[in-house]
Structure formats: structure tokens, C-alpha cells
């Protein structure tokens, strides 16, 4: 990795001086730099400015974050130019950059890269919990007090409850669906009943179920 890194500085110091195999072209500092799609203020963006804005699952806009003089960072060792994103959601990310012509007048060119890309956590399971206890509740597992929903920060995954109950009759138990709902983080279920949890990853196509008995009949 230290090799891929070393040659890409080693690439971006030739271009400083030899853009494109153009000996006339260079990356020219930025004094008074901005970013019309980000609406960023004015400022000395340097060699090349990287700007990226997350988007979260109810669709809030962060402040965009700017890496001034990135191009140039890139070159060094000792600076600090690695982009960490952990949080799911949804990216933007923009590169602008000035090009000088040293041939004839001298023409100064703005640039802009970008891109945008999404974060999705590939797991497909949503964690129900004992409201009193707190523990970890299994499939097909009974609890009198209720349960919970934990989706461990998986915040795109489709969660849907289905809440049946049985009745004893002549002819045995009937089953009567009280409701089927999208259900999300932190929903709590504390009314007897049989409850079937349904869970799907859009962004894998995975599918999950999971069924909790709330109650205290020793018949289910």
C-alpha cells in the first residue's frame, strides 16, 4: 500500500510541472475559492479543494466537509489526506481544482470532479429486546412483559409486524391478524398477541422473519 501511495505523489509532483504530457499546463492555487452546487464561502482552496456532504436516512443535509489544498496534501507523507466514512446514507463528493495555461495568455481554467455514492449496511436483522429485562429476545421466543425493536443502526432496512391472535373455539384455535404495519427503531410491543417480524435489505435483497409471543398462555 506505502508503493500505490508513493506513486501516486510521485505522479501528482510530474503533473504540478507536466499536465497531461503538457509542459504549458499546471494545477494552479485557488486564492478565492468556491463551491456553487455546496454554496461553501470563499476561500483559499489551495492545490485542489476535496468537498463531501453526507446525507442521513431522513434525508438532513451536513454542513459540507472541506479538505483545502488536497491535491497538494496528497504529495506529502506527513499530512493527514485519508477519508474515513463509516455512517450509512448518502455522499457527495466534489473535487475543484484550477488548471493554468502558461502558453500564449496565460488562461486559467476552473475544474470540478464529482460524484456521488451511497453506504448501506448489508446485514438483514432487526434485534428484539424484553422491555424489562433488556436481554435479547431469539425467534419464537415468549415473553410476558413485551418486547422492543433494536435495528443496530441498520437504518435502511424495511421492517414490517404483523400482531395475530388465537381464540379457542369448538373446532380449535382460529387465528385473527389485528394489524399488519411498518414498524421502525425503538417501536415497543407490549399487548398479548403473536408477532411475526418481518425484515428486508433493499439494498441486498436479503429477507428476514422472526416470531415473539407476547403473554402468558402456556398453550402458545
Given at each position: 500500500?506505502?508503493?500505490?501511495?508513493?506513486?501516486?505523489?510521485?505522479?501528482?509532483?510530474?503533473?504540478?510541472?507536466?499536465?497531461?504530457?503538457?509542459?504549458?499546463?499546471?494545477?494552479?492555487?485557488?486564492?478565492?475559492?468556491?463551491?456553487?452546487?455546496?454554496?461553501?464561502?470563499?476561500?483559499?482552496?489551495?492545490?485542489?479543494?476535496?468537498?463531501?456532504?453526507?446525507?442521513?436516512?431522513?434525508?438532513?443535509?451536513?454542513?459540507?466537509?472541506?479538505?483545502?489544498?488536497?491535491?497538494?496534501?496528497?504529495?506529502?507523507?506527513?499530512?493527514?489526506?485519508?477519508?474515513?466514512?463509516?455512517?450509512?446514507?448518502?455522499?457527495?463528493?466534489?473535487?475543484d481544482y484550477k488548471v493554468k495555461n502558461s502558453k500564449g495568455l496565460?488562461?486559467?481554467?476552473?475544474?470540478?470532479?464529482?460524484?456521488?455514492?451511497?453506504?448501506?449496511?448489508?446485514?438483514?436483522?432487526?434485534?428484539?429486546?424484553?422491555?424489562?429485562?433488556?436481554?435479547?429476545?431469539?425467534?419464537?421466543?415468549?415473553?410476558?412483559?413485551?418486547?422492543?425493536?433494536?435495528?443496530?443502526?441498520?437504518?435502511?432496512?424495511?421492517?414490517?409486524?404483523?400482531?395475530?391472535?388465537?381464540?379457542?373455539?369448538?373446532?380449535?384455535?382460529?387465528?385473527?391478524?389485528?394489524?399488519?404495519?411498518?414498524?421502525?427503531?425503538?417501536?415497543?410491543?407490549?399487548?398479548?398477541?403473536?408477532?411475526?417480524?418481518?425484515?428486508?435489505?433493499?439494498?441486498?435483497?436479503?429477507?428476514?422473519?422472526?416470531k415473539i409471543y407476547v403473554g402468558s398462555d402456556n398453550t402458545f
Open positions: 500500500m506505502s508503493d500505490i501511495k508513493t506513486q501516486a505523489r510521485l505522479r501528482f509532483l510530474i503533473t504540478r510541472r507536466n499536465l497531461n504530457g503538457n509542459k504549458d499546463l499546471k494545477i494552479e492555487r485557488d486564492k478565492d475559492g468556491y463551491d456553487q452546487q455546496f454554496q461553501t464561502p470563499k476561500t483559499d482552496f489551495g492545490h485542489g479543494t476535496l468537498i463531501i456532504r453526507y446525507t442521513n436516512h431522513e434525508g438532513i443535509k451536513s454542513d459540507p466537509i472541506i479538505y483545502e489544498n488536497y491535491l497538494e496534501a496528497l504529495t506529502s507523507a506527513r499530512a493527514d489526506a485519508r477519508v474515513k466514512l463509516f455512517e450509512e446514507g448518502d455522499y457527495e463528493v466534489a473535487l496565460g488562461k486559467i481554467c476552473d475544474y470540478r470532479i464529482s460524484f456521488n455514492f451511497k453506504v448501506r449496511n448489508g446485514n438483514c436483522m432487526v434485534y428484539p429486546f424484553d422491555v424489562v429485562t433488556k436481554s435479547e429476545l431469539t425467534d419464537s421466543a415468549v415473553t410476558e412483559n413485551g418486547f422492543y425493536l433494536d435495528l443496530a443502526r441498520s437504518r435502511y432496512l424495511k421492517i414490517n409486524v404483523i400482531m395475530a391472535r388465537w381464540s379457542r373455539g369448538a373446532n380449535g384455535y382460529t387465528q385473527d391478524i389485528r394489524y399488519n404495519r411498518p414498524a421502525k427503531n425503538g417501536d415497543t410491543y407490549t399487548d398479548e398477541g403473536i408477532y411475526t417480524i418481518e425484515i428486508s435489505n433493499p439494498s441486498t435483497g436479503k429477507s428476514t422473519e422472526k
